[in-house]
């Protein structure tokens, strides 16, 4: 079997190395968590670790009665359901789903929420 790696940045030093293999194959909570804080400093030191994806918006296709507040969501969250805003409404649902067996359709909806948009002068700032 292939070995499992998540080494993304292809760092490699020797001291790293024996820190990581001393999590690994650590036999006590107190060892795991001192090697894991000094694995830490070294990757905040190192600067070894950069996010190298960031999306400001996402795209989201839900049913009728899936609701959200009237703003959408909060200001930072890497996916809608991230801060379990939403919730379902019975009547909706119901409705939505006898429509559905009847063939009855309700009007496409279409919604941009952009409160917390970043203008593109605050951008160049």
């Known amino acids: 079997p292939r070995p499992t790696t998540n080494n993304s940045s292809s760092y490699g030093e020797p001291v790293m190395d024996a820190l990581v293999e001393g999590v690994r194959n650590g036999r006590s909570e107190d060892t795991i968590r001192e090697l894991s ?53 019975e009547d ?8 559905k067996r009847t063939g009855k359709a309700f009007p496409e909806v279409s919604r941009v929420y952009d409160k917390y948009r970043v203008k593109s002068t605050e951008v160049t700032k």
């Open 37 to 89: 804080y000094k694995v830490e400093t070294i990757i905040h030191d190192e600067a070894l670790w950069v996010p190298g994806f960031q999306r400001s918006f996402y795209r989201l296709g839900y049913w009728r009665w899936v609701c959200w507040p009237d703003d959408f969501n909060g200001r930072i969250s890497e996916l809608p359901e991230t801060l379990n805003l939403h919730w379902i409404d």
């Open 92 to 99: 909706k649902k119901r409705e939505t789903l006898e429509a």
